[in-house]
């Protein structure tokens, strides 16, 4: 049981409990006791693409948190929240609602390189205490920006932008009391919207680098439009290489894990490793890398590889100089 189970993980749950239901389900199936951790947060109020690495895939982790990712989102405009999202109080409101083609007019803007400013209510730290802690007790949290890339953003079939009816207002929570009940179910969706008509709301599909805050990119769209807003809908369609296609619902990971075929939906080591080329080691090559020791004489462009010997993982490795130079090493 070396590998990745992808989690389409529902709302409500956190990452952490996301790799606790892992270790239950390798635990009730009698697979027997892994090292299980998770490659990436994916906040509670977040659904979809949660890549959970098992065995020797954990020391893969680590690279899942640098791979860029996709998300679905979408943003109800007229009022901002302290937490950017469904769960927070209000602090702003705005009579402004765009229109579709005014929408689509500004996400150039938010395509390719940009500075962001994170959420208060994140998990960086600030002079060693969580953002998000310091939040809550009442402080005044000022992040310093950021520089992350957005590679692709457009407004998203999935789910339309419907139309703002008339009367209707903000949904989203009055408190932060009981953070772990589940938000308010979204608005019921409209026809398209026609042409010049307002929206209360938009879904947009966002293709990013590594340390991108939806929520902020949520925030400084709805500013730009001359409103405010905050997102209701989060979900991850894909981490890495890993996408909804290949996840599992937690009902049917337990179930998988009690009929004793959690290997059915394990993914391989190597699945993490997709934009990774492979290295042909014979045996005695295998063994010096496992041993930490440098091979030589290898002919091979520079840059990391996966090496294997025969079916087997022996290690991510760099190539340097005609050198092959462990990374990672794996006790398969």
Same mark, same amino acid.
């Given at each position: 049981m070396h590998g990745w189970i992808i989690l389409d993980k529902p709302l409500g749950l956190g990452s952490t409990q996301g790799v606790s239901a892992v270790k239950r389900a390798l635990r009730d199936g009698g697979y027997g006791k892994f090292k299980v951790g998770h490659g990436g947060t994916l906040d509670p109020l977040a659904t979809g693409v949660l890549p959970i690495a098992v065995g020797e895939a954990t020391k893969l982790a680590g690279r899942m948190l640098d791979s860029d990712k996709v998300y679905d989102f979408t943003i109800a405009f007229g009022v901002q929240t302290d937490t950017l999202d469904l769960e927070g109080v209000e602090i702003a409101a705005s009579p402004v609602r765009p229109t579709l083609a005014q929408v689509e007019a500004v996400l150039p803007r938010f395509t390719g390189p940009i500075e962001q400013v994170p959420p208060a209510y994140s998990a960086l730290k600030v002079d060693g205490e969580r953002a998000y802690d310091l939040a809550r007790a009442g402080e005044d949290v000022v992040l310093p920006s950021r520089s992350v890339t957005i590679y692709a953003l457009h407004s998203s079939p999935v789910r339309g932008g419907g139309p703002l009816a008339e009367g209707e207002g903000w949904r989203g &929570? /009055?408190? &932060?009391? /009981?953070?772990?009940?589940?938000? %308010?179910? +979204? *608005?019921?969706?409209?026809p398209p919207p026609r042409a010049g008509e307002e929206l209360r709301e938009i879904t947009l599909t966002a293709h990013v680098s590594k340390g991108t805050y939806i929520r902020s990119l949520a925030r400084d769209i709805a500013l730009a439009l001359g409103t405010v807003g905050h997102v209701t809908m989060l979900r991850r369609i894909k981490a890495g290489p890993f996408t %909804?296609? /290949?996840?599992?619902? %937690? +009902?049917?990971? *337990? +179930?998988t894990a009690k009929a004793r075929q959690l290997e059915r939906i394990l993914l391989p080591l190597r699945a993490g490793l997709d934009d990774i080329p492979a290295l042909s080691l014979t045996p005695d090559q295998a063994g010096l890398l496992r041993q930490g020791r440098v091979l030589a004489g290898i002919h091979a462009d520079e840059g990391q590889y996966f090496g294997c010997s025969g079916e087997i993982p022996v290690a991510l490795v760099e190539v340097r100089s005609g050198e092959v130079r462990v990374v990672r090493g794996f006790n398969l």
């Open positions: &929570r /009055s408190t &932060r009391e /009981s953070p772990g009940e589940n938000p %308010l179910p +979204d *608005a019921p969706h409209g %909804l296609g /290949s996840a599992i619902p %937690l +009902d049917k990971l *337990a +179930d």
